[in-house]
């Protein structure tokens, strides 16, 4: 399985040590983890952001009750939709193979590219059918870079998003929600226009070094609360978050210190709800921090005295 994104130099990962087998001939090069530069994402940490996506979607798919369908601009139905599960392990032993480095102990650590849909409509007799709405979340990794460097700085690009849509788009009257997972982050030209077709709309999730999972999409607004079904951070761990920012904060420690809450809320990725039940339980604690409005803006501050 080629990368999405092209083959690292491995310049950019440290230099790969000589690996000889018995015969004392070379052997396909493996970089140690431990060699990567400050920043890289590894293989293990590739490995459950995939798992702990596909899991949280799962979870609050139970929540959907109903879906639009922008063509026919009516809801569907969610009850009942039809789950299907892929994992191409068979396609990573085969990388892994070809590499010359297979161990089922590296195959259990790489993320595999999994895929989880749900199809909502259609069905019928023998399931000739086709659905009308298709929600998938889809993953998507360099696994030969994880494989042989042991992780990577280098984000995907529109390559990987396009190869998801390739392969699953499908019928012209099915409508397709697909939330893509890139493990090692999307390149940022991406992230201006996530792509949308005709009968298809792309979300675009990756987690950022705050911690935070970002989602983008281009979705219509019946579809809007739909992306929340794509962030795998649940309301309780992001106001977890916010509450670990503002106590950790430097500036937020020092008597009359501030920071700017816009610029907070765009760091932090979360909602001012959010923000302010963080704050409230600080304020149990700490009641010299406060949000005072200064020259038209909001900052967050410790009280001098």
Not at 163 to 192: F, H, M, N, P
Not at 222 to 235: K, R, T, Y
Request: a neutral charge; charged letters at 30%.
């Amino acid at each position: 399985m080629a990368a999405a994104a092209g083959q690292h130099d491995p310049q950019k990962v440290g230099k790969e040590p000589e690996n000889r087998d018995a015969s004392g001939a070379n052997a396909s090069p493996v970089v140690s983890a431990v060699e990567l530069p400050a920043g890289a994402i590894r293989r293990e940490q590739a490995n459950a952001r995939e798992k702990r996506f596909l899991e949280r979607v799962e979870r609050r798919v139970a929540n959907i009750d109903r879906i639009f369908h922008p063509p026919d601009k009516k809801f569907y139905s969610f009850r009942g939709a039809r789950r299907e599960f892929s994992d191409p392990y068979t396609l990573v032993a085969e990388t892994l193979r070809r590499l010359g480095i297979f161990e089922p102990a590296l195959l259990d650590q790489l993320p595999h590219n999994r895929v989880l849909r749900y199809s909502v409509g259609g069905g019928g007799w023998l399931r000739k059918k086709k659905p009308k709405v298709v929600l998938c979340a889809a993953v998507q990794s360099p696994v030969e870079d994880l494989a042989r460097f042991g992780g990577t700085v280098t984000p995907l690009g529109r390559g990987a998003v396009q190869a998801v849509v390739e392969q699953y788009v499908k019928d012209s009257d099915t409508y397709y929600l697909i939330g893509v997972l890139s493990t090692v982050g999307w390149e940022d030209s991406l992230w201006e226009t996530p792509p949308r077709g005709d009968n298809y709309a792309v979300l675009l999730i990756e987690e950022t070094a705050s911690g935070a999972w970002r989602v983008e999409h281009s979705l219509v607004p019946e579809l809007a609360p739909i992306a929340a079904v794509f962030d795998p951070e649940d309301h309780d761990e992001k106001t977890a978050r916010v509450y670990y920012w503002v106590t950790n904060h430097v500036e937020l420690r020092i008597p009359g210190g501030h920071t700017d809450v816009e610029r907070a809320l765009e760091e932090l990725r979360v909602d001012r709800a959010t923000f302010d039940k963080a704050l409230a339980q600080i304020a149990q604690e700490d009641s010299a921090l406060k949000v005072e409005t200064v020259g038209g803006r909001e900052i967050l501050k410790r009280d001098r005295y």
